[in-house]
């Protein structure tokens, strides 16, 4: 009887051998990617209750989606009174999380940007009058351009005048704060909330796509994400806290949905949940809740569940804005740092202009492609060597060598924000001059620094990201884009200062002292090419970078801008940044890109059916209860397909079938008989006259069967569109093979050199 000696599958897709974990793991994407014990509603009553997912598994969407129907059915056939309160109850708890969600982080992104402003300058001094107060906030009500003497230097503070002790002494603090706050960021994540590390997206976006990892959005990983974000922004590390910002509204979602159980027990409810979460998250980060929406849109790809996804996702970015914006945190009236200065002189561009721009838009994306490979290297050899046994150690030591040699170049000493926002600001005599960045006579000294600064954030950067603290890669990317930007802007303006009757300088005005070139904008071209070339992103991208600037006038620029990166980046890559790390991670996550085959059939990729662990019956006399139990219990493959004889009959998962087997397991001993159970639904007739157990109920519903000979281009976009975990072939009824998801995302990562480097099994 075959259902009693399951085949196990000896050789992968492509003749290599494989131990028995590797096979569990990759017969439905991920080892023990079943459920565990907790019982959740079931949307087929005639199966049973069915168990909550594990950590580490793939949820079901078909599951999930018929019971989300299940219970809508429910819910509309209550009438009278009770029926419109309990509607009105199930669609305002969803509206409920969703204002709170974006009241939350919109008012948490604020905070945090108050302590990350305080924290970062107590490396440099201290307010004359208060110790909480920031340089912004001490120096208030001052005009434009006039010296600020209440904030003073810690040398100044305490009254040392030689200037010899005055560097050690400031050089010293800067070190040493820079060390605390990046040691102690590190001791909370890996003492507290091990999850609360990196920058949070690529997690989101598989568990947004159905990976279970309820453990990355704990409470406690969003208190511990949230304060070590603070701590490791201000101590100068090359990060960010934009991207985990994303990760900190999520945890704060999941957290208010488990008031509301219908929200929280349902997963694929939940999804559309943390999608509106996400959203808030890039909303209160940039301080643009559109750029947010379409971010949503084109990265995290959270609208798939439908257009209330967009609609809830809007809301929720909206009223995230305004709560910063009602905060104010940098005491502007706006809701973003990088402002770029409007004028009559800088709203218009000039066609030689384009030259420059394009130049910076191929080496945002050369450069983006060269950070997103040094990082993946710098990650691989972490997890390989003794880095990996001492992640605290690591971040102590990188801090102090980043402190110290940011100290030695002024662009480098301040906060990446602070940089950013004055390299997008223009020359203007009441401002005064930002450490001589202004100074004509000093434009080769400013290019040299600026380069210097750009290429030392670009290799710190590549290292930091994937350290065991939370970090973002948006600003320290957008930094470096700005330094070369304003660099390039320098450049040219020098050029047209020193041949202003040159033939390709016809364009700008005749007079003297009239502005044709715009340095501060040329930042914004270099930011948004090399965002562009590390994230790959395009739409989103673009309406980000106007928000932030308000430059409506160069939305054009900006476009060709992110569109010739993006070309020069595929060139060398076609993943982003957070492709990659899911890549490294073993994350089963689809992208949603379009999959072209080379001829290839489903037979190609398919596991054929004699490699595959099954439960088969004979044509008369069915299978033993306890052999089909033993295969349950001795697997813990998600489901099995099940045959008779050689037809394929269906497809039952292991909760289904645990629940149906344990109590007439039970009764089998209790009653020292071993019964036969059959999956072939009997007639009426003959059910009755029958000794075998009619388990045909615990069979899936839908299961998808295709024929072999299917092109795999069609296999792909059928797991793309409809979520699904596998696909039966078949050919006569005859069970030919399947395919997972892990096999399709096998597919797309199949050419990158470190897939799975990052995974738990490569331990």
Not at 429 to 445: K, V
Not at 576 to 599: C, H, N, Q, T, V
Request: charged letters at 20%.
């Amino acid at each position: 009887m075959r259902g009693s000696r399951p085949r196990v599958k000896p050789l992968d897709g492509h003749g290599h051998a494989h131990n028995p974990s590797d096979y569990d793991a990759e017969q439905e994407g991920l080892l023990a990617n079943g459920y565990s014990t907790g019982p959740i509603p079931s949307p087929f009553p005639q199966k049973g209750k069915g168990p909550a997912y594990e950590e580490g598994g793939v949820i079901d969407w078909q599951r999930e989606e018929a019971a989300e129907r299940e219970r809508k059915r429910i819910l509309a056939s209550h009438r009278g009174f009770r029926g419109l309160t309990a509607r009105l109850a199930d669609t305002g708890s969803m509206w409920l999380v969703i204002i709170l969600t974006g009241l939350g982080i919109g008012t948490a992104g604020a905070w945090l940007d108050v302590l990350v402003r305080w924290l970062g300058d107590l490396r440099d001094g201290r307010c004359a009058y208060g110790f909480f107060y920031n340089q912004v906030m001490c120096c208030s009500g001052l005009d434009p351009g006039e010296l600020c003497y209440e904030w003073q230097t810690w040398s100044e503070y305490l009254n040392i005048r030689w200037i010899l002790v005055q560097s050690l002494l400031q050089s010293s603090v800067y070190i040493l704060l820079a060390v605390v706050f990046a040691g102690s960021a590190a001791a909370l994540v890996k003492f507290y909330a091990p999850y609360a590390f990196h920058t949070g997206i690529p997690e989101i976006k598989a568990i947004l796509s159905g990976y279970v990892l309820d453990s990355f959005l704990s409470p406690w990983t969003l208190l511990i994400k949230a304060l070590g974000l603070a701590l490791a922004v201000a101590s100068g590390l090359s990060l960010g806290k934009e991207g985990p910002l994303v990760h900190v509204s999520c945890c704060l979602a999941l957290l208010l949905s488990k008031m509301f159980k219908q929200i929280h027990r349902n997963e694929a409810r939940k999804r559309k949940m943390l999608g509106a979460a996400a959203v808030a998250g890039v909303s209160v980060a940039f301080g643009s809740p559109l750029g947010g929406v379409l971010f949503g849109l084109e990265e995290l790809d959270t609208f798939t569940g439908g257009t209330d996804v967009m609609w809830r996702g809007f809301v929720t970015s909206v009223i995230a804005a305004m709560a910063l914006q009602y905060i104010d945190p940098f005491g502007t009236s706006k809701l973003v740092l990088f402002q770029v200065q409007i004028t009559d002189e800088t709203t218009v561009w000039r066609a030689f202009e384009l030259i420059p721009w394009l130049f910076l838009s191929v080496l945002g994306g050369f450069l983006g492609s060269l950070l997103i490979k040094l990082n993946a290297r710098i990650a691989v050899y972490r997890r390989n060597s003794m880095l990996n046994d001492w992640p605290t150690i690591e971040v102590v030591s990188v801090s102090a060598i980043t402190a110290a040699v940011c100290y030695l170049v002024v662009f480098l000493r301040v906060q990446s924000s602070e940089l950013v926002a004055n390299l997008f600001m223009e020359c203007d005599p009441i401002r005064g001059d930002w450490h001589g960045l202004c100074n004509a006579t000093a434009i080769w000294a400013n290019v040299f620094l600026l380069i210097l600064t750009a290429g030392t954030k670009l290799v710190f950067t590549a290292w930091t990201f994937g350290m065991m603290i939370p970090a973002g890669i948006f600003l320290p990317t957008i930094a470096i884009g700005a330094c070369l930007g304003r660099a390039v802007g320098l450049i040219t303006q020098g050029l047209h200062r020193a041949y202003p009757h040159a033939w390709i300088f016809w364009s700008c005005p005749p007079e003297p002292n009239a502005r044709c070139i715009s340095p501060g904008f040329y930042a914004v071209i270099g930011a948004s090419a090399m965002l562009g070339g590390v994230t790959r992103m395009t739409v989103s991208l673009v309406v980000i970078l106007f928000e932030l600037t308000g430059a409506l006038s160069h939305v054009l620029p900006i476009m060709i801008s992110v569109m010739v990166s993006k070309w020069v980046g595929d060139y060398f890559g076609k993943e982003g940044i957070y492709s990659i790390w899911i890549a490294m991670r073993a994350y089963p996550w689809l992208p949603p890109s379009e999959f072209r085959d080379k001829g290839e059939t489903a037979a190609d990729v398919m596991k054929p059916a004699a490699d595959l662990v099954v439960i088969a019956e004979d044509t008369e006399g069915g299978c033993e209860l306890e052999d089909v139990d033993r295969v349950v219990r001795m697997y813990r493959f998600h489901g099995f397909p099940v045959v008779c004889g050689e037809t394929l009959v269906g497809y039952a998962t292991r909760e289904n079938l645990r629940a149906a087997l344990d109590p007439l397991v039970l009764e089998d001993v209790a009653s020292r008989r071993g019964r036969k159970c059959t999956f072939v639904p009997r007639p009426v007739e003959l059910e009755s006259e029958s000794e075998l157990v009619d388990l045909s109920d615990v069979l899936e519903d839908a299961v998808l069967q295709m024929r072999p000979e299917m092109p795999l281009e069609l296999i792909v976009s059928t797991f793309q569109k409809l979520n699904l975990r596998h696909i039966l072939f078949s050919r006569e009824g005859i069970l030919c093979g399947m395919v997972t998801k892990t096999d399709v995302v096998r597919l797309f990562t199949a050419k990158f050199p470190y897939t799975s480097a990052l995974s738990s099994k490569s331990l």
